[in-house]
């Protein structure tokens, strides 16, 4: 059985997800959020992106998903091109 949960419950959710994941990116880095690299920032982005997807998608919202997934999908490029720069450069 799945549960039904209010826009509030939802909301909430959202925000404590949010904040664990900037906690856990942070601490991960061992840096301040502002501190990030681009490139840092555009998986930040990807990942974050990506965990609103899969709540768009289960809540059937499926333009909504189709949008978040394009956001995901170019934010992942997009760290993947400065990578690909810096070790060029290197």
């Given amino acids: 059985m799945s549960k039904t949960y209010g826009t509030s419950a939802i909301s909430t959710q959202v925000q404590t997800t949010n904040?664990?994941?900037?906690?856990?990116?942070?601490?991960?880095?061992?840096?301040?959020?502002?501190?990030?690299?681009?490139?840092?920032?555009?998986?930040?982005?990807?990942d974050m992106t990506r965990e609103l997807l899969a709540m768009a998608n289960a809540h059937s919202q499926s333009f909504l998903a189709y949008l978040l997934g394009m956001a995901a999908d170019e934010a992942r490029a997009t760290a993947r091109r400065m990578q690909l720069a810096v070790e060029h450069t290197n």
């Fill in 19 to 46: 904040r664990t994941l900037t906690q856990s990116f942070t601490q991960a880095l061992g840096q301040r959020r502002e501190f990030l690299s681009e490139e840092a920032t555009c998986e930040y982005i990807s």
